[in-house]
Structure formats: C-alpha cells, structure tokens
C-alpha cells in the first residue's frame, strides 16, 4: 500500500500539472459516471493529501476524494509542459511504487485510449490522468472531506504548530502496542508498514510497548523520526530508512537491498547488532523488528 509520501507526492504533481485547469473528468470503466457529472467541465483548484487521503478541490466546491488502498494507482501522460511543470519529475506512474518519466513531450496528440478498468480519468489541455484499482473514489462535499479529515490523526508531512503534541497525546491515551498504534490513521495519519517498523527499529522502541508506557520523550522521539524518514521520501519517492555509510558500493543511490534496516529482512543479521531481525504478526500485518536491538 502507498505510505503518506506517495500521496503527498501526487498532490505536489496534481497541483502542478492540474492545479487552476478546467479538467473533463469521465469513468471510461463506468462505476463513478455520476461522480464524473458533478466535477467535469469545472477548475480543480486545489491538490490536497492529509495521510493516506488525498482530494482535488475544484471550484463550485465539491471535491474528488480517493484513497489508492492496497492496488490503487495513477498514471499519467501529456505534453511537454504537462510534464515539465511537475516538481516531481512526472512519474508515469504512482502507486506502491512510482515508475518512469513521462515523456510523450513533443508528439502528444491526446489522451490514449482508456486500458483496463479506469476508474476516473482527468483531462486537460495538456495531459491526462487515469486512476485504476483505488479503494476509495468519490465526488464529496466539503462538509464530507472535513468529516474524514476529522477522523485522522496528525500528519507528519504537515508537521503544523501543535501536530507533535497531539501525536504525543493520541499515542499516550492507549493501551494498544505502539507498533499498531503507529499504523492507526487516528493517532498518526499517512504511516504504512515500511515506516512503522523502521522508525520503531531507528528509535530503539519495543514494537510491543503499550502506548501508556511509552514516556513523552519517546513518543516525541518517534513524531521527530517520522517527519524526517517520510519528509526523505517525498523528496525521493522511495523509502531508503538507512545512511549512505550502510549502502553497498559507495552507491549514490541506495541499493534496494541496502534500503532498510528490518523492513523484509527477517533472518538476516541485524545491521546495527548482528542479531537475526524477526519478523511477526500483529494486527493481521507483519511486523519486523530486530530482537536485541529493540527491548
Ligand atoms: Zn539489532
């Protein structure tokens, strides 16, 4: 599933390739035909991702809400200012993860014809955007995007005047372990299984602590780790949790294998103790962590 930088990712492109522009939006796959009719033919003016959510505002006032879910993603194509504006270098593609440039610049010629089950596609005059797989697509009033807003916990992406002391309260109030307290989207919003577990691991933290028993020390320890890993991850649009001095062959890039310190390397030794890092269920995920450096 896409973690919060992946979402934040795509409304930094949104906005860029999209952002002030009257879009035709249509359901080629035909499961949001009534949705498209309210947004089509109007300007979205606004990208917004608060955790996992993510929302284009258009001008009359409703907005396209869509959560990408485990299969969810976008892809994108246009023209060369379509996909020279975006900060982000245009990915042809982001879902759990991002590939490609897009480069259909200079020969564009419109949007191809829909493949598979498009969910929504957006059109301007530059370049399009098809959504397939989400788990959530809908065309919702601004009294309904406040309301699944007000059910998310703080964002770290954000990271607003007060957000740190909030996560620190939320966390705090329950008994529930900290390594599924971490992935509650009311406690902390945009959190996947990746940063879960290798924020926990970097903070030395005992997956199985209760939230109680972790001190405000801690629990701000965990908000500070989390805004820098993730903040990482948008500016890369990967997830590399580990320093350039771990990556093999003096890469510039971290190699896939080098990215991580526990995330899917149950068995191997741990790269800060030489413990073999494990690898467990907890609420239905599973959950890596290095047994002797987080007790
Ligand atoms: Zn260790």
Known sequence: MPEGHSVHRLARQFQDVFGGQRLEVSSPQGRFVAGAKLLTGHTMVEALAHGKQFFLRFEHGLFLHV?????????????????????????RRIGERESGQASDGGDYAGPPAPVGAVRVRLVSDHGWADLRGATTCAAITAAEAEAVLDRLGPDPLHNRPGDREEFIARLRRRKTAVALLLMDQSVLAGVGNIYRAEVLFRQAV???TPGTAVDVETAGRLWDDTVST???????????????????GGAALAPDAD?????????MPCRACGTLVGVTEIGARKLYWCPGCQI
């Open 230 to 248: 993730m903040s990482d991850g948008v500016r890369d649009g990967r997830i590399v949790t580990t320093p350039p001095s771990l990556w093999t």
């Open 259 to 267: 990215a991580h310190f526990v995330y899917k390397r149950e068995g």
């Open 67 to 91: 959560h990408l879910g485990l299969y969810g993603a976008w892809s994108f194509g246009g023209d060369s200012t379509f996909t020279g504006a975006s900060s982000i270098g245009a990915p």
């Open 206 to 208: 005992d997956p199985w």
